[in-house]
């Protein structure tokens, strides 16, 4: 019996640990923001403008955290309202993550390292993140079950870029050191692609046969 429940936590659980580094690093943020911390050049820009780097944290990490649940499929089938409750709260942290994260990315000072390429970068996958969450929020006010999962599970993948992306840092920094600006943006925009090409994988591999049942694998 428990051989048959685990494999369906595996899928959550390494969701949660891939969210591990950025919602640590977004919690020491917001103490450092919090507890007046030195202003140096490299957090200049978060003590600038604090409201929305707090609310890209707060909005992403509830995203992703409590989206690796609605991944469970036992969940979803023991405790449907949890699963809707869940979703009305994705949504507008997803939106929250995605719209600070646009505000940011326009309005702040580029950090070191950072470049035109990488502006681009943002502001094209947090602008698919929006508009990835807005259409399925159309899709299950229209009752579109598909769909919703379809386009919820492209946004999730989107907003859990951050976790990937330091699986694509770290190897580079330890065999070939600090990134510059090209590369940089190029590992940026990998952690985003690679999360796409799994969602799309995972969407293709689940997807119902003629007459079967559909599986239920969407956020909200």
């Known amino acids: 019996m428990l051989s048959k429940k685990r494999p369906e936590w595996l899928v959550p659980a390494g969701l949660l640990l891939l969210s591990a580094v950025p919602v640590a690093a ?32 707060f909005g992403a990490s509830i995203f992703c955290v409590l989206g690796a649940f609605q991944f469970v499929p036992a969940l979803r089938r023991r405790r449907p309202r949890w699963h809707r409750v869940a979703g009305r709260l994705l949504v507008p942290c997803g939106l929250v993550a995605a719209l600070s994260g646009l505000w940011m990315t326009l309005f702040s000072e580029l950090p070191p390292g950072d470049g035109d390429l990488l502006t681009v970068f943002r502001l094209f996958f947090g602008t698919a993140m929006a508009v990835s969450i807005v259409l399925a929020t159309f899709a299950i006010r229209r009752r579109d079950v598909r769909r919703h999962r379809v386009w919820m599970t492209r946004g999730y993948a989107i907003g859990l870029g951050a976790g990937t992306q330091v699986l694509t840092h770290v190897p ?5 050191g600090v990134p510059g600006e090209f590369t940089r943006a190029m590992l940026m925009a990998a952690g985003w692609v690679i999360n796409l090409v799994v969602a799309e994988w995972a969407l293709r591999r689940r997807a119902p046969v003629r007459g079967a049942a559909e599986p239920a694998v969407s956020l909200g």
């Open 26 to 57: 977004g919690t020491a943020r917001v103490a450092e923001l919090a507890g007046g911390a030195r202003v140096t050049a490299d957090n200049a820009r978060f003590f600038a403008m604090p409201l929305p780097v707090v609310l890209h944290i």
């Open 172 to 176: 580079w920094a330890l065999l070939v």
